[in-house]
Protein backbone atom coordinates (compact mmCIF):
# COMPACT_ATOMS: atom_id res chain seq x y z
CA UNK A 1 0.00 0.00 0.00
CA UNK A 2 1.66 3.08 -1.37
CA UNK A 3 -1.12 5.34 -0.66
CA UNK A 4 -2.08 8.70 1.22
CA UNK A 5 -5.94 8.53 1.99
CA UNK A 6 -7.33 12.16 2.81
CA UNK A 7 -11.46 12.37 3.50
CA UNK A 8 -13.33 14.21 2.44
CA UNK A 9 -12.45 15.04 -1.33
CA UNK A 10 -14.61 18.06 -1.05
CA UNK A 11 -15.75 19.90 2.00
CA UNK A 12 -17.30 23.48 2.47
CA UNK A 13 -17.96 25.13 5.20
CA UNK A 14 -19.37 28.02 6.91
CA UNK A 15 -17.26 30.61 8.98
CA UNK A 16 -18.64 29.49 12.24
CA UNK A 17 -18.55 25.51 11.62
CA UNK A 18 -16.09 23.16 13.20
CA UNK A 19 -14.85 20.23 11.16
CA UNK A 20 -11.82 18.19 10.76
CA UNK A 21 -9.84 16.92 7.80
CA UNK A 22 -8.45 13.25 7.74
CA UNK A 23 -5.28 11.63 6.04
CA UNK A 24 -4.00 7.76 6.63
CA UNK A 25 -1.36 6.29 5.51
CA UNK A 26 -0.54 2.58 6.33
CA UNK A 27 3.24 2.77 4.97
CA UNK A 28 4.69 2.53 8.18
CA UNK A 29 6.16 6.25 8.11
CA UNK A 30 7.31 8.02 10.58
CA UNK A 31 6.70 11.76 9.65
CA UNK A 32 3.75 13.21 8.04
CA UNK A 33 2.76 17.23 7.19
CA UNK A 34 0.07 19.41 5.96
CA UNK A 35 0.79 21.33 3.07
CA UNK A 36 -2.01 24.19 1.58
CA UNK A 37 -2.11 24.66 -1.81
CA UNK A 38 -4.07 28.17 -3.30
CA UNK A 39 -4.63 27.70 -6.99
CA UNK A 40 -1.86 28.16 -9.32
CA UNK A 41 0.74 27.93 -6.29
CA UNK A 42 3.08 25.62 -5.03
CA UNK A 43 1.99 23.56 -2.02
CA UNK A 44 3.06 25.58 1.14
CA UNK A 45 3.95 23.63 4.55
CA UNK A 46 2.24 24.31 7.33
CA UNK A 47 2.75 21.19 10.09
CA UNK A 48 5.14 18.52 9.89
CA UNK A 49 4.79 15.63 12.85
CA UNK A 50 7.62 13.41 13.34
CA UNK A 51 7.09 10.07 15.28
CA UNK A 52 3.31 11.37 15.98
CA UNK A 53 5.17 15.10 17.95
CA UNK A 54 4.59 18.47 16.53
CA UNK A 55 7.98 19.34 15.43
CA UNK A 56 7.16 21.99 12.61
CA UNK A 57 4.49 25.16 13.00
CA UNK A 58 5.06 27.57 10.02
CA UNK A 59 3.65 30.11 12.02
CA UNK A 60 -0.09 29.42 11.20
CA UNK A 61 -2.79 30.93 12.58
CA UNK A 62 -5.07 28.84 15.45
CA UNK A 63 -7.93 28.41 13.80
CA UNK A 64 -6.10 25.10 12.09
CA UNK A 65 -5.05 22.52 14.88
CA UNK A 66 -3.61 19.59 14.52
CA UNK A 67 -3.39 16.29 15.83
CA UNK A 68 -1.71 13.38 15.10
CA UNK A 69 -3.47 10.10 16.89
CA UNK A 70 -1.37 7.69 16.05
CA UNK A 71 1.42 7.15 13.40
CA UNK A 72 -1.08 5.80 11.10
CA UNK A 73 -3.20 9.21 11.60
CA UNK A 74 -3.16 13.24 11.04
CA UNK A 75 -6.35 14.97 11.62
CA UNK A 76 -6.34 18.94 10.70
CA UNK A 77 -9.30 20.52 12.99
CA UNK A 78 -10.73 24.10 11.50
CA UNK A 79 -12.59 26.51 13.12
CA UNK A 80 -13.68 29.98 12.31
CA UNK A 81 -11.88 30.17 9.13
CA UNK A 82 -12.31 32.34 6.85
CA UNK A 83 -13.23 32.75 3.05
CA UNK A 84 -9.36 33.23 2.28
CA UNK A 85 -8.36 29.83 3.98
CA UNK A 86 -10.17 28.42 0.85
CA UNK A 87 -7.61 25.96 -0.79
CA UNK A 88 -6.79 22.77 -1.34
CA UNK A 89 -5.46 21.06 1.64
CA UNK A 90 -2.38 18.57 0.79
CA UNK A 91 -1.57 15.64 3.39
CA UNK A 92 2.28 13.75 2.93
CA UNK A 93 3.96 11.30 4.61
CA UNK A 94 7.79 10.21 4.30
CA UNK A 95 9.39 7.45 6.00
CA UNK A 96 11.18 9.43 8.67
CA UNK A 97 11.37 13.54 9.16
CA UNK A 98 14.07 14.25 6.61
CA UNK A 99 12.47 16.32 4.06
CA UNK A 100 12.80 13.13 1.88
CA UNK A 101 10.75 11.77 -0.97
CA UNK A 102 7.07 12.71 0.63
CA UNK A 103 4.13 10.99 -0.90
CA UNK A 104 1.34 12.88 -1.07
CA UNK A 105 -2.60 11.94 -0.62
CA UNK A 106 -5.22 13.58 -3.51
CA UNK A 107 -5.97 16.66 -1.16
CA UNK A 108 -9.31 17.85 0.15
CA UNK A 109 -11.26 21.16 -1.55
CA UNK A 110 -12.22 23.56 0.90
CA UNK A 111 -14.12 25.97 0.54
CA UNK A 112 -15.20 28.48 3.30
CA UNK A 113 -18.11 30.61 2.83
CA UNK B 1 16.29 32.20 2.96
CA UNK B 2 15.12 29.51 1.63
CA UNK B 3 13.55 29.66 -1.45
CA UNK B 4 13.06 27.18 -4.93
CA UNK B 5 12.26 28.99 -7.96
CA UNK B 6 11.03 27.84 -11.92
CA UNK B 7 12.07 29.72 -14.50
CA UNK B 8 9.20 30.21 -16.65
CA UNK B 9 5.86 29.32 -16.19
CA UNK B 10 4.57 27.57 -18.77
CA UNK B 11 5.87 25.30 -21.67
CA UNK B 12 4.24 24.52 -24.68
CA UNK B 13 5.86 21.45 -26.35
CA UNK B 14 4.28 18.88 -29.36
CA UNK B 15 4.45 15.00 -28.63
CA UNK B 16 7.36 13.25 -29.08
CA UNK B 17 9.54 16.56 -28.41
CA UNK B 18 12.08 16.49 -25.46
CA UNK B 19 10.65 18.52 -22.82
CA UNK B 20 13.30 20.58 -20.47
CA UNK B 21 12.13 22.59 -17.24
CA UNK B 22 14.01 24.36 -15.17
CA UNK B 23 14.82 24.81 -11.84
CA UNK B 24 16.84 27.41 -9.50
CA UNK B 25 17.14 27.17 -5.96
CA UNK B 26 19.30 30.11 -3.34
CA UNK B 27 19.93 27.59 -0.70
CA UNK B 28 23.54 26.52 -1.62
CA UNK B 29 23.43 23.83 1.30
CA UNK B 30 20.91 22.01 0.16
CA UNK B 31 21.51 18.27 -0.38
CA UNK B 32 18.36 17.18 -1.56
CA UNK B 33 15.96 17.87 -4.73
CA UNK B 34 12.72 16.38 -6.15
CA UNK B 35 10.52 16.77 -8.57
CA UNK B 36 6.45 16.32 -8.69
CA UNK B 37 4.19 16.41 -11.07
CA UNK B 38 0.53 17.72 -10.39
CA UNK B 39 -2.37 17.08 -12.70
CA UNK B 40 -5.56 19.36 -12.07
CA UNK B 41 -7.26 18.07 -9.37
CA UNK B 42 -5.09 15.85 -8.06
CA UNK B 43 -1.96 15.82 -5.02
CA UNK B 44 1.87 16.00 -6.27
CA UNK B 45 3.25 13.07 -8.02
CA UNK B 46 6.79 11.77 -7.08
CA UNK B 47 8.93 12.04 -9.95
CA UNK B 48 12.25 11.50 -9.81
CA UNK B 49 14.79 12.88 -7.07
CA UNK B 50 18.62 13.82 -6.46
CA UNK B 51 20.95 14.06 -4.20
CA UNK B 52 23.70 16.90 -3.66
CA UNK B 53 26.66 14.43 -4.36
CA UNK B 54 25.24 13.21 -7.84
CA UNK B 55 24.70 15.58 -10.55
CA UNK B 56 22.59 13.73 -13.08
CA UNK B 57 20.00 10.69 -12.25
CA UNK B 58 18.05 8.77 -14.79
CA UNK B 59 14.75 7.33 -14.79
CA UNK B 60 12.08 6.14 -17.28
CA UNK B 61 11.92 9.06 -20.07
CA UNK B 62 12.73 11.37 -17.27
CA UNK B 63 16.64 12.68 -16.31
CA UNK B 64 17.01 14.99 -13.64
CA UNK B 65 20.50 17.53 -14.05
CA UNK B 66 21.65 19.63 -10.92
CA UNK B 67 24.62 21.81 -11.08
CA UNK B 68 25.44 23.42 -8.10
CA UNK B 69 28.08 25.59 -9.06
CA UNK B 70 24.78 27.92 -10.38
CA UNK B 71 22.22 26.52 -8.06
CA UNK B 72 20.12 24.89 -11.31
CA UNK B 73 18.28 22.02 -11.63
CA UNK B 74 16.35 20.28 -14.56
CA UNK B 75 13.63 17.97 -15.22
CA UNK B 76 13.92 16.61 -19.42
CA UNK B 77 11.47 14.38 -20.15
CA UNK B 78 11.96 12.42 -23.55
CA UNK B 79 9.49 11.99 -26.05
CA UNK B 80 6.66 13.83 -24.21
CA UNK B 81 3.05 12.39 -24.37
CA UNK B 82 -0.02 14.03 -23.78
CA UNK B 83 -0.18 12.34 -20.71
CA UNK B 84 3.08 14.52 -19.42
CA UNK B 85 0.47 17.65 -19.55
CA UNK B 86 0.70 18.91 -15.78
CA UNK B 87 1.93 21.32 -13.42
CA UNK B 88 5.66 19.98 -12.50
CA UNK B 89 7.22 21.38 -9.27
CA UNK B 90 10.94 21.16 -7.62
CA UNK B 91 11.41 20.97 -4.24
CA UNK B 92 14.23 21.32 -1.97
CA UNK B 93 14.54 20.16 1.73
CA UNK B 94 14.28 22.98 4.17
CA UNK B 95 17.62 23.97 6.04
CA UNK B 96 16.63 21.74 8.81
CA UNK B 97 16.20 18.73 6.41
CA UNK B 98 12.77 18.10 8.33
CA UNK B 99 10.52 18.74 5.32
CA UNK B 100 10.03 19.97 1.45
CA UNK B 101 9.99 22.90 0.38
CA UNK B 102 8.28 24.17 -3.46
CA UNK B 103 9.54 26.17 -6.17
CA UNK B 104 6.80 28.31 -8.80
CA UNK B 105 6.02 25.24 -11.24
CA UNK B 106 6.16 24.81 -14.94
CA UNK B 107 2.75 24.34 -16.69
CA UNK B 108 3.76 21.92 -19.62
CA UNK B 109 0.97 21.80 -22.26
CA UNK B 110 1.87 18.93 -24.63
CA UNK B 111 -0.36 18.90 -27.86
CA UNK B 112 -0.91 16.14 -30.53
Known amino acids: DTEVTQTPKHLVMGMTNKKSLKCEQH?????MYWYKQKAKKPPELMFVYSYEKLSINESVPSRFSPECPNSSLLNLHLHALQPEDSALYLCASSQESQGREAFFGQGTRLTVV | GESVGLHLPTLSVQEGDNSIINCAYS??????FIWYKQESGKGPQFIIDIRSNMDKRQGQRVTVLLNKTVKHLSLQIAATQPGDSAVYFCAEANQAGTALIFGKGTTLSVSS
Open chain 1, 27 to 31: MGHRA
Open chain 2, 27 to 32: NSASDY
